[in-house]
């Protein structure tokens, strides 16, 4: 998306993290998307660098393994040409030359996308859990008085 320097606000940054538990051969990455408040593309390129090393930690999952989150660094960031507001373009993807079959390929049933997805833990990958998270939640839960 081009960027235009005159009205823009907010912008769209594409965080790469990359999890990493010990004894684990096997990575989980994450492509995260955020919003990011600028008043140049400088400032958002900025903030957005900043947002991601934010995002890097080490903590101990639930079966007592390490996992550390990495900033790897920004896979896009874009402009957000429209006011914050219901039905602005947030950001878009331009293809060419797309047969039936392909844009018939990209779309999807309303029960198969993501947001009426069941929100289940994928058990077949490592578990990059926070300990003190699930101690938490555990011990709110544990203590939580009697509902009369």
Same mark, same amino acid.
């Not at 309303?110 to 578990?127: A, C």
């Given at each position: ?10 912008y ?18 994450? /492509? ?8 140049? +593309? $400088?400032? %958002? *390129? &900025? ?6 090393? !934010? ?22 960031? /874009? ?8 039905? +602005? $373009?947030? %950001? *878009? &993807? ?6 039936e !079959?392909d ?32 101690? $938490?939640a ?11």
């Amino acid at each position: 998306m081009a960027y235009n320097s005159e009205r823009a606000k907010w912008y769209l940054a594409e965080i790469v993290t990359e999890m990493k538990m010990a004894g684990e051969h096997e990575n989980i990455v994450h /492509n995260n998307l955020i919003l990011i408040r600028a008043s140049s +593309a $400088e400032e %958002a *390129y &900025e903030k957005a660098m900043a947002r991601g090393l !934010e995002m890097e930690d080490t903590y101990q999952s639930p079966e007592g393994e390490t996992v550390t989150i990495l900033f790897r660094g920004l896979s896009d960031l /874009n402009v957000i040409q429209d006011e914050l507001e219901d039905g +602005a $373009e947030i %950001a *878009y &993807e331009e293809m060419t030359d797309l047969s039936e !079959e392909d844009i018939k390929e990209m779309l999807q049933a309303k029960d198969d996308l993501g947001v009426f997805q069941p929100d289940e833990i994928d058990m077949d990958g490592p578990s990059y859990t926070s300990k003190d998270i699930v101690d $938490e939640a555990l011990r709110i839960i544990n203590h939580k008085p009697e509902e009369r």
